[in-house]
């Protein structure tokens, strides 16, 4: 089980872009870690350890926390399905993992020359679940 003290933090959406361009994606990389706490809180369970989330995430140069994005996204809509939360993408695992294929497709199809406009897909997805968040931890502080 998971800590009933856990808060989940909101966090200005531009500065999450900003702070994971100027640290050309370590920020990214912390901000895993954060979400694997917050995602293992809501669905009121380990099933993801931070430690291998962020080594593997590392050791495979990004790819692996991209498929753990998907999974929070696809977490995250799971909950706010269960609580009937209000003002919720529908659908936001789905597309979280459409915008990571599409960046990533772009980025190899182009072979790298769209790398910008890929990283930008990628950083909207995570803005995507961020915002998720921000209103999950909205919710919860307007039930206390």
Known sequence: M???SHTIEQRDLGKVVIFT???FGIY?????AKWTDDVN???????HEKIVVVVVGVITLGIALAVWEII???DIQGYTEKRRLSERSKNLGGTVLGLTLFAYALAFAS???AFILSMAVGLY???LVQKELNMIA???KGSL
């Not at 990214?28 to 895993?32: D, P």
């Not at 809180?41 to 099933?47: A, S, V, Y």
């Open 28 to 32: 990214g990389i912390l901000l895993m």
């Open 41 to 47: 809180f809501l669905i009121d369970r380990q099933k």
């Open 125 to 127: 997805a995570s803005c």
């Open 72 to 74: 929070f996204a696809y």
């Open 138 to 140: 909205d919710e919860i």
């Open 111 to 113: 072979g790298g020359l």
């Open 2 to 4: 998971t800590s009933s």
């Open 21 to 23: 361009i100027v640290t």
